[in-house]
Structure formats: C-alpha cells, structure tokens
C-alpha cells in the first residue's frame, strides 16, 4: 500500500485547484486582483506564490502553490513517522489563507498536501495531509454550521467516523494552549493518511479541497455588506494578533516551511496585514465581542 | 563558587529596578501612566506587570518583574546546562520593551534575571542572564553609538573581553534566520553567567540595568519631536511584525514564559500595539528605509 505512486496527477490537481481559488476569491473583488509570483529553486523545487493586498472583499489573502523536494525531511513535517525525519523527501500543496476587510466575515485557511518520503532502508513512503478552519471574529450560528455542514459533507463518502474524527482533530490542532482556546470554529484537520490506499485517500483530499469554497464563498457573500465601524475594525485587529500568535508558535506548516525555507515571504504570507496586542483586554460581558470566547471558540458540535 | 546565594538581595534589587525604570518612563508621558497589575499564583510565585498603553510617548510599554518558582526547569530556560532540564527551579527577573509611537524612536528591551536551580543530585546551582538591545525603525550612526557606548560602559569592569563578547552574543541571538537579519542593531546579551562569583556577577547585572536606562533615555529624548507622517508609520508597523517575528518564533524569554506559564498576557505584553505583515515588501533603493537593512541591521562594529 506504500509503495510511491505517480504524484503527477496531484500535482495536476492541485495546480487547477490553486487556479479555482484564485478565480472565486477574485469574482469577489472589483478591481483588485492577485499578484502571481512564480518562483524556481536550484535544487528542482518550484511554486507560485499569490497575493492579493487592499482589495475591497480581502484586505489580504494568499493562494499559494509549491512543489518542494529536499534531502532532509524536517522534524515539523511527520508527526507518526519520526523515522522519516532527515530522510529525503518531496512535498506539494496548497495553501489559502484569506484576510477579509470586514470583520464579520470570518478568516478562512485552507492546506492540501502530499509527502512522500524514503526511509533509511529504502522503503518509500507516501501520505496526504490538510484541512480547513474558520476564524470568526462575531460570531454567527448559521454561518459555523454551513461551515461544519460542508466539512461534514466532504467526508461523508469515506466513512462515519471520518467527519467527527478530523473535526476533533481540527479542534485539537489549532488550539492555543497558552491562552486555551481555539484559533477559531475549527473545521477538518488530518495529517499522515494513506491507510485507505492512494486513490481513495487523493479523493479524500479533492473532496476536502472542493468543500472548502462551498463552505467559505456563501459566507463571504452573506457577510460582506454588514455595516461596520471602529469598534469592530479594533476587535479585528485585536482578534488577528491571536492567528498571528498560533501561527507563529504553534502551526506545522508554518515551521516547517520556515525550518525548510525556500521563500520565507510566501511562508508568512498567512499572517495578518493590521493587527496588535493590548495588555489584558477583557470584552465587556455580554458584548457580541464577549460572545465569541464564550459560545463559539473552544471545541463544539454544529453539525 | 556555585552554592546557592542568598536570593533576597538580587530579588530586592529587581523590585527597585522595576520602580526606578517605571519613573523614568513615566517621565517622558505627559498624562498617561504605568497600570500597575500584581499577582499571586498559589504556588508562591508572584509579580507585578506594569503596562502603559496609549501614551503621547510610548505607544505601548511593559515593565514586568517576577519572581516564580517550579517543579520542572523547561528546556527554553539554560542553554548550557541540558542537566537541570527537568528540574526544581527559581527564577526571577526583571523585563523591559517599550515600542515609542514615533517612528525615529527605536524600540527598546531590557531584561535581567537570576536563576537558580538543583541538580538530580542535590547539587544547587545558579546563574545570571539578561541584557538589552535597540531596533530601530530609521537608523541614526549618533543613536547607534551611543547606545553601544553605555553597552561598553557596563562592561568596562569586568574585563576587556565582556563587551565584545556579550556584544557578539547578542548579535547572534537577536537574529531571524529566516531572513537573515538581525532584530536591531543589538547591545549585550549573555546567560548562564557564574563564573565570576555570586557577588561580582550580581553587580555584572546591575550595571547591565543602569546603562540600559542611560542608553535609551537620551536617544528618547533626541527624536520624539521628530516629525513624522503616514510613510513613517506604514514602515514602523511593517517593522514591528519583525518584532512579533522573533519574539514569537525564537524569543527563548517568551517561549520560556508560555512553557511555564504563570500569565500568558504579561509574557506577551512585548508584542507590538499595532503591525502588519505586507508580502514580499522591498523598500526603494536608496531610501531611508532601505538605508535600515543595509547600513544597520547585521552585525556592525559601533564602538
């Protein structure tokens, strides 16, 4: 079951699903569009990074796709099989992290991933790897369960214990253990997966990639025109310093492509374009800003 | 050399430090000051975070002391000594970051500390750490050698290799591997000092303490009547997510401070009150702000 299969046909995939994403995240703007920056590295690694900054729907988002190969596997990148670490290897993928400008409509990131690896004793190894999550700044109960509806949906035809498995996972992953509490509503989050054989598991992975824009796109489009002022714009601000905080302390992804850096800059592009920190705030009690710690960041069943 | 000393007196030195670096700071406000926030843990630790937000001077400053104890020493604590992992430990400290609303005032961090801690064996050890060091957003050659002026100044007494080294240290601590830069145009850093004797590294690190103050202060002065406008600001925040960076992806302080967290908010109280991260973002030639990667950060002789 291990043996490496071809990765063209995810490279393929994942190539038109950047594609995808670029073009649905641009139907939202007017006369903002994504800067493409294709990069080549030396060593046979490639990509193509996409920024989007001041539109009008996203003060920032990013659509990146790279191809990357190198000759020691980084600690960060496989958590089950630490026989791997420093092990060559090759990794692709996707990965959309999209910042809007008004703070009712929530952050959303989006990974895709395939690895394949060859052990010291040559045996090849291959495994797929992502998810989504949703980062809400208010908090809208309609809007977190078409989002676990359509995480739920992307499962549906792996088996019953998939959705509740990955969401638990997801829960689990973008925590913040220093502040506990979750990055946001959670979503699918799985790492590591080949046991179902390679077809199945890179259909897992399109099923995955395909629901993330069915869950995203409706809320952007509900959510977009909501007035908004000051106070909400600084709780925004405030809410990012906390993606920024996981992000940079906590996130895999984010570590290994640091530890493993071909571009840092495509790296961090999922950091946050206007945020801060303010000592020891504390959302006045029944406030919507109170309401967001209290009944929709931590694990819970929408679904 | 390396029984353990009477902590009360470094411990009382700390709390007037903490006092005395309040004032100063408080000086420089016209209206605003130091909300003075003390705690308790039932452990036994305790401490006082002082923070200031929203001053005319300093857009955000932290003046924290503590004084916390624990079953098991982590990792991010001693470089040197991977013996006390794990075990019962002390450590107290004083830590300073001012972030000035000007932008020609540089940003500023000071920290002192004293650890003790024993071995498996029952062997008590102890060792001073801390230092300082200066990031500018627009660099001033004037500022540059003045403030490694007072670093040289602290270290005249205690041999003509303490600056260079604790200097060299500092520069190499204060890095971003991933850019290949460093945070500032650095100043002293040294840890796991003893070997000079309790009473000769304790004054080590009230000299350290005193020159942070004379260095800074003088240079505070100089520029906060600096004019300075929107570009100014756009370059400041831009730098300031460098700041959150570092601190978050390789401060051994912070991630120390969140391991064994007693207060996640007064560990955090370094991060910037307002940042932003811009992709791939490259100041025009010639510029002062590209005048900052090239003529000040990395390691440069200033004095």
Known sequence: MNDL??????????????QEATEALERLELETGFRRDPWNHP????????????????EKAGVNFSDVSGTALPGAATERHPELAGQPFA??????????RNPYVPTAHCNVRFFSARTADGVDRWWFG????????????????HWHAM??????????????????????????PHRDETRGIGGLFFDDLNEW??????????????????????????????????R??????????????FNLLYDRGTLFGLQNSRRAESILMSLPPDCGWIYDY???PGSPESELTERFLGARDWV
């Open 5 to 18: 299969p071809d990765p063209r046909s995810v490279c393929a995939f994942l190539e038109k699903f950047q």
């Open 43 to 58: 060593d046979g690694s490639r990509g193509e990074t996409r920024v989007l900054e001041g539109g009008e729907t996203f």
């Open 91 to 100: 990794a692709m993928g996707v990965s959309i992290v999209a910042h809007p």
């Open 130 to 145: 992502g998810g989504f999550d949703l980062t809400p700044y208010y908090g809208f109960e309609e809007d977190a369960r």
């Open 151 to 176: 995480a739920r949906a992307a499962c549906a035809s792996f088996g019953d214990e998939v959705y509740p498995s990955f969401k638990q996972w997801c829960d689990r992953y973008f925590y913040l």
């Open 197 to 230: 054989g390679f077809e199945k598991t890179f259909g897992f992975m399109r099923a995955v990639a395909e629901h993330f824009l069915k869950g995203y796109l409706p809320i952007v489009e509900r959510r977009r025109e909501t007035p908004w002022g000051e």
């Open 232 to 245: 909400e714009r600084a709780f925004q601000k405030y809410r990012r310093g906390r993606y920024a905080e």
């Open 282 to 284: 504390r959302p006045e």
